[in-house]
């Protein structure tokens, strides 16, 4: 059977466009494009209509301009490897390819796993919410006093709500109460998908009678496996009062609990109609013991979610000041940032804190290390520019950030977000 194509035409490997699968190396050329892009300031292709650039791509005697590339030497080299019309002219894998850069750049790639990456993020000390982290705190030792309440969490992608639950977990768990955790996910998640995983933690945290277990199995498949014991199937039962019978076991389930208890949900505007309707079933219990419920949601995508939990206090997040963004990069960087760079944070940013993905760029140019090998003015940042880069369309529909015909200017950061972080550490911003 032949693969359906999907993406965007420019970007999509050859092999892939003649109904090949996906994969390592088709990845690669495609960060070739993206990368031909960044570093030449244009297209690697004409500006055509689909047709013609689909009869181009799929031509192996009409390859690429790649004179600007010259200009890059080692770098515009390892750049033409990568955007081969033949797979086996391509790296072998990412790993040469990163190699490649290495030695092309003589700049020496560190590994970064995700959760190196987000170190940046969280060891740097809670910046620009003093206040609301106060109220959060309030919660908690209200919780450890035996008094339930319930909170929302309300703000933009992007603008902190993640860090304060951080803040809010260690907080709890240090002072000795038990934390449940559960997240929403954009897309069909199926029904009762927010409380999956806190229901799982939750039948760890409490004893469970048979008769409750084989309720909650229902949505724990594996908890059996969990509880290290067998567990009957529940009786079957109509619809509608499964339903109900699931609703009221959690709430009893969560009224019987003794010790502080903290429930965290994440994404609530992703919530399905069955996780909200049990949720607004335990709220009405908070009130009755040590049980806390945090939840988050963005407000501009779900702005009526208060509406929808009555009775829930909101606490709403707001973009940081630009002298909060300075402090934030001053506790990551652990110096701070030059005003040229820091005044391209603060504009790339518009204030939210989420911004660990621009560190690895920014220690960069902060030692000035990034410019080794390509000969670019250091000093003057050419390429960084006053205003915002709105891409403009170019060869396609529906093209990804720094994909269309190049507009003066551009944000170099968010081109190279889409590439891995090591080879952001060694191409730079000014790629």
Known sequence: MRAEVAG??????PEILFGGSPSESSDLY???????????????????????????LLDPNCQP?????????????????????????????AAAALSALEEATSVQLKAESVEVRESYLQAAP????????????G??????????????????????????????RTYALVRGARV????????????????????????????LSDSQASILKT??????????????DATPIEAQAAQSRLHNTLESLLGEVKVPLALILEDLQWADTESLELLRRILHIVKLGPLLIVGTFRDDERPHLPTELSGTAVLRLKRLPSQQIADLCYGMLGTMPRPELLDFVVKETEGKPSISHFLPS????????????????????????DGRWTPSGGHGSGVPTGASSRPSGHGPLRHLSLWDSRIRQAVGPNA
């Not at 965007?8 to 490997?13: D, E, K």
């Not at 724990?220 to 969990?226: I, N, S, T, W």
């Not at 920014?362 to 940042?381: N, P």
């Open 8 to 13: 965007t035409l420019g970007y999509i490997a």
């Open 30 to 56: 495609s960060v070739g494009v993206i990368a031909y892009e960044v570093l030449t300031e244009q297209s690697p292709h004409e500006s055509l209509d689909d047709e013609s650039l689909l009869h181009r």
């Open 65 to 93: 301009d790649f004179a600007p590339l010259l200009r890059l030497g080692p770098m515009g080299a390892v750049v033409q490897r990568l955007m081969a019309y033949s797979e086996a002219a391509r790296f072998p894998t």
């Open 126 to 137: 809670l910046t620009g919410r003093e206040q609301e982290w106060l109220v959060l705190e």
């Open 139 to 168: 919660y908690v030792d209200q919780l450890m006093n035996g008094s339930g309440a319930s909170l929302l969490i309300a703000g933009e992608s992007g603008v902190g709500k993640s860090r304060l639950l951080q803040e809010l």
């Open 180 to 207: 449940v955790h559960g997240q929403s996910v954009s897309g069909s998640g199926g029904a009762y998908h927010v409380f999956h995983k806190a229901i799982r933690l939750l039948c760890l945290s409490v004893p």
């Open 219 to 232: 949505l724990a498949p594996d908890l059996p496996k969990l509880l290290e014991r067998p567990i009957p």
């Open 362 to 385: 920014l220690a960069v140019l902060q030692e000035g290390a990034w410019g080794v090998g390509f000969g670019w003015e250091l000093d003057g940042f050419p390429c960084i520019p």
